[in-house]
């Protein structure tokens, strides 16, 4: 089955501790995005790549990193410096990077609590 | 900028009733337009997509919504509210590199 898939579904951290989340796609999709997702706010954008060896920055990348060595990963490190860090965290992919109505295919996402 | 406005944070509909989500958006160029729907503690799954080809868009389950440029809307509708249609509904404007500006979401609650 082609898809999306995001690990651990859910995980918790302690204060000052950096988590990786995986995001793995096998669409062959050259673009991927992340995002957060907190009650009552939409959606937020924290990075995205449009192909591999390259990413920039959305509206939120501060206290995240991400890498983007391969066309199938794009793994979403969240560092101590993120100040409140505990969300809803989604993957997506698209198939192409230059048409804007092409659609964003989603993963299960993984849901971060920070103790 | 681009940006989306979803009118009502939570709506509630009795079962058999029509469905209307309302979606306004603001865009400098033509608009892509797209929406989404999440169960509890899923991903998001897309219903329908505007992509400038009709005005009216048919999506699953039944869904469809219309793209009125004059009043920059995109409004979500459904003839009969199933039970199963309750979920979280997300607005969505394409931006530069494909980006997805999302509005803050509507809860539909279905009534028996």
């Known amino acids: 089955d082609g898809g999306i898939t995001q690990s651990p579904k859910y995980l918790f951290r302690k204060e000052g501790q950096n988590v990786t989340l995986s995001c793995e796609q096998n669409?062959?999709?050259?673009?991927m995005y992340w995002y957060r997702q907190d009650p009552g706010q939409g959606l937020r954008l924290i990075y995205y790549?449009?192909?591999?060896?390259?990413?920039q920055k959305g509206d939120i990348a501060e206290g995240y990193s991400v890498s983007r060595e391969k066309k199938e990963s794009f793994p979403l490190t969240v560092t101590s410096a993120q100040k409140n860090p505990t969300a809803f965290y989604l993957c997506?992919?698209?198939?192409?990077?230059?048409?804007?109505?092409?659609?964003?295919?989603f993963g299960p996402g993984t849901r971060l609590t920070v103790l | 900028a681009q940006s989306v406005t979803q009118l009502g944070s939570h709506v509630s509909v009795s079962e058999g009733a029509l469905v209307l989500l309302r979606c306004n958006y603001s865009?400098?160029?033509?608009?892509?337009l797209f929406w989404y729907v999440q169960y509890p503690n899923q991903g998001l799954q897309l219903l329908l997509k505007?992509?400038?080809?009709?005005?009216l868009v048919k999506g699953i389950n039944d869904f469809e919504a219309e793209f009125k440029k004059s009043e920059t809307s995109f409004h979500l509708t459904k003839p009969s509210a199933h039970m199963s249609d309750a979920a979280e509904y997300f607005c969505?404007?394409?931006?530069?590199?494909?980006?997805?500006?999302f509005g803050q979401g509507t809860e539909l609650s279905v009534k028996p």
């Open positions: 790549s449009q192909i591999v060896n390259d990413f």
């Open positions: 865009s400098s160029v033509p608009p892509y």
């Open positions: 669409l062959n999709h050259d673009a």
């Open positions: 997506a992919s698209r198939t192409g990077n230059t048409h804007q109505g092409d659609t964003q295919y």
């Open positions: 505007y992509t400038s080809a009709a005005t």
């Open positions: 969505a404007v394409s931006s530069q590199g494909g980006k997805l500006i």
